[in-house]
């Protein structure tokens, strides 16, 4: 019974849901709770900053920025002045910068050149041989010639599609980095910019964001924390 009750009882634990974490702007009692959403302000005489957590991208921690100019001021907002530093639970620290998305644009770009040119190349390769094998056949007694294609034609198509579903995955990556993540902008007074942010966290407890505007530098907390 004793053996039959450990086996229950270790397959129940087996069966216990793992613990989910996220990270997530901290800022104690002044926090703001939209939809679920945990959501933390910086603000001074010139700049009203906020960010919360998004659904992570593979890899990469997301988080909704927004910045608003609530002075006069004209502010220049760059992915290139914002910097992460993460703190680890050995008490190791490392600092790494935003992920800039204009190397992940033009990476894409250099993709989307290689594989239409790829494309190109595979298609006039098909139609010479095609008009080769159109040739020969022309020719009296070429019935004794094998011209049989099937073999090649499944080869040309499976270059092909392979070709272009990279061109795809390029272009996807690239319309991804243009309209989803923050890039260098010009906030005219009175008004804002509002786009993702994404680093990774490499597992660490917690992390501070640094953003940097007209010199002056602003600071969120960032923690992992249990969600269940």
Not at 64 to 71: F, Y
Request: proline share 3%; net charge neutral.
């Amino acid at each position: 019974m004793k053996i039959i009750g450990l086996t229950i009882l270790l397959f129940q634990i087996s069966y216990l849901p793992s613990k989910v974490y996220k990270y997530q702007a901290d800022c104690g009692q002044e926090a703001q709770w939209i939809n679920g959403v945990k959501s933390c302000s910086i603000y001074d005489t010139a700049v009203f900053l906020t960010i919360h957590d998004e659904p992570e991208q593979e890899e990469f921690c997301t988080f909704r920025l927004k910045v608003q100019s609530i002075s006069s001021d004209t502010l220049h907002v760059t992915p290139r002045n914002m910097q992460v530093t993460r703190v680890y639970e050995n008490g190791r620290t490392d600092s790494i910068s935003i992920e800039n998305p204009e190397f992940y644009i033009d990476r894409a770009n250099r993709d989307i050149k290689t594989c239409e040119k790829e494309i190109n190349i595979i298609v006039k390769t098909n139609n010479t041989e095609n008009a080769t094998i159109g040739i020969i056949r022309s020719i009296p007694g070429s019935n004794k010639i094998n011209t049989n294609t099937q073999a090649s034609k499944a080869i040309y198509q499976e270059k092909l599609t392979s070709a272009q579903n990279k061109l795809l995955d390029a272009k996807e990556t690239k319309a991804f980095w243009e309209t989803q993540a923050l890039r260098a902008n010009t906030v005219y007074p009175l008004s804002f910019v509002e786009q993702n942010i994404y680093f990774k966290p490499n597992n660490c407890i917690k992390a501070v964001l640094h953003i940097s505007i007209q010199d002056k530098v602003y600071d969120f907390l960032i923690l992992k924390e249990e969600v269940y």
